[in-house]
């Protein structure tokens, strides 16, 4: 009877779901992938993983060890995790443009490209963005993505992906000579090209004067392409102090990227600095801030540089007035920068009292907050 009891629990238990976290299926092919997908009609989930990425493993045993994510993805899913930097996930990597890790492609039963997650998500925010992708009101559609994985890759191309050790970077040069030979310089190898490798400064404007075509074939893709462009031009111009050559740059950032408005404040804040002027970059701030263009994060950014770097004493007590007006909610590093930059604009009594609030934070967090209290030592033994 014992061991008839125990067989029973066996077989049931085999016929439990796992709650040991996600279930991954390894395949020998893309096509294989795919054809599970269709046979069962889900949604065919991708986790474009590399050995070496640190944030990979953090999805593995947060987020996918949760069992609501677990439930969640698959009922839903074929999952699959695929290493993009060895056998045919190069191909991958090169078709769906894949050199950030981790990265999750999610297709249809049909196999269509339909969202991307980028970047470690804990269970509660990566749920919802599952949901999106399966939503077809908020799915994203790549025209410019056909369906072939084999393509015509050119070698110079396939040397660029793979394990670091064996990649090789193209020249500027061989990029441009090559997109000069293509019939049509938006099709996804060449938009490949275009992305991975180092443009010519006249495939760079190719990009700008083509955008509203290739954001309909690749989305933000295309986006995050021409404002990359656009930040590194920009940084260029701002080392050099090239005051039009910024102008320049910063006229050309998509204004419908997510972070143009932070970027564009970025190099606003940066400039006055370079010049000396920190009361300047203060009160540069504090109107975005009015105009509510400034975030938080900005905020807490650009003051504690301030109480790191300068003396001025009025652009501290700038710094503070910015603290003061941001939403710091409990964050625990925002409260100790208004703190730090009260002190040094000498308002010592107001100092100690935000120091004790943001150490009373800290110890919510879990932080480490032995430098506010350091801090507020010296608040305290200052006159």
């Not at 997908?37 to 593995?60: H, I, P, Q, R, Y």
């Not at 050790?165 to 996804?188: F, H, Y």
């Not at 590194?232 to 090239?242: P, Y």
Request: aromatic share 10%.
């Amino acid at each position: 009877m014992k061991h008839l009891l125990i067989a029973t629990l066996i077989i049931l238990c085999m016929g439990m779901p796992s709650i040991a976290g996600v279930t991954f299926t390894q395949f020998s092919s893309w096509t294989e992938a795919q054809a599970k997908a269709s046979e069962t009609n889900k949604f065919l989930f991708v986790d474009a993983m590399t050995d070496w990425c640190g944030w990979c493993k953090v999805m593995d045993s947060k987020t996918f060890a949760d069992e609501q994510v677990a439930s969640f993805m698959d009922a839903r899913f074929v999952s699959t995790k695929i290493e993009m930097e060895t056998s045919w996930g190069i191909d991958l990597a090169m078709k769906y443009r894949v050199m950030s890790f981790p990265q999750f492609l999610i297709f249809t039963p049909k196999g269509e490209l339909v969202y991307r997650i980028t970047g470690f998500l804990p269970p509660e925010t990566f749920i919802p963005e599952l949901e999106r992708a399966l939503d077809p009101a908020t799915q994203q559609h790549f025209p410019g993505i056909s369906a072939k994985v084999d393509l015509d890759w050119p070698p110079f191309l396939r040397k660029s992906f793979g394990k670091a050790k064996d990649r090789v970077t193209p020249s500027a040069t061989d990029v441009a000579e090559w997109l000069g030979k293509q019939a049509d310089p938006t099709s996804e190898v060449a938009f490949t090209a275009m992305v991975k490798g180092p443009l010519t400064a006249h495939w760079e404007q190719w990009i700008f004067d083509h955008l509203p075509e290739l954001e309909r074939k690749y989305g933000n893709e295309a986006l995050d392409k021409s404002f990359n462009i656009a930040i590194t031009r920009g940084s260029k111009a701002l080392e050099k102090s090239d005051a039009p050559a910024l102008d320049k740059a910063l006229a050309m950032i998509p204004k419908s990227h997510p972070q143009a408005t932070e970027a564009i404040i970025h190099f606003g804040v940066e400039k006055r600095i370079k010049d000396g002027d920190w009361k300047g970059a203060m009160q540069y701030l504090w109107t975005e801030h009015e105009a509510g263009r400034l975030t938080p994060y900005m905020a807490n950014q650009f003051c504690w540089k301030a109480y790191e770097e300068t003396m001025d004493h009025d652009a501290c007590l700038m710094a503070a007035k910015i603290m003061e007006a941001t939403d710091k909610g409990t964050n625990y590093a925002m409260w100790d920068t208004y703190a730090a930059v009260l002190f040094k604009a000498g308002k010592n009594a107001e100092a100690a009292t935000v120091a004790e609030k943001a150490i009373e934070y800290g110890q919510k967090e879990g932080a480490d907050i032995a430098e506010t209290q350091k801090l507020l030592e010296a608040i305290r033994g200052s006159k």
